[in-house]
Nanobody, 117 residues
């Protein structure tokens, strides 16, 4: 059973930066998409960014130009570099791995990111 463990969340002032990491324990299947989602209080979970096995990326409009997603396939790890953070970025950030062929989706436990104004 693959587990995803996130780290790197915390409290930061507006304009600051954080780097989230998500490591998968155990092997994961090829042809997968790794991504980050977030959920703010009272709101639905939303996609922040995702990256495919070959490195193609996609970002939510609200984070384009500020966040960068990357992955290290050898380490089974995905990263989210978040710069110029805004109070509206405050949320619990969840890591996700989705297998392209089967559609199986695996979630991490979430890490809190709080941006103060």
């Amino acid at each position: 059973q693959v587990q995803l463990v996130e780290s790197g969340g915390g409290l930061v002032q507006a304009g600051g930066s954080l780097r989230l990491s998500c490591a998968a324990s155990g092997s994961i299947r090829s042809f997968n998409v790794m991504g980050w989602y977030r959920q703010a209080p009272g709101k639905q979970r939303e996609l922040v960014a995702y990256i495919t096995t070959t490195g193609s990326t996609n970002y939510a409009d609200s984070v384009k130009g500020r966040f960068t997603i990357s992955r290290d396939n050898a380490k089974r790890t995905v990263y989210l570099q978040m710069n110029n953070l805004k109070p509206e970025d405050t949320a619990v950030y969840y890591c996700n791995v989705t297998y392209v062929i089967s559609g199986t989706s695996i979630w991490g436990q979430g890490t809190q990111v709080t941006v103060s104004s």
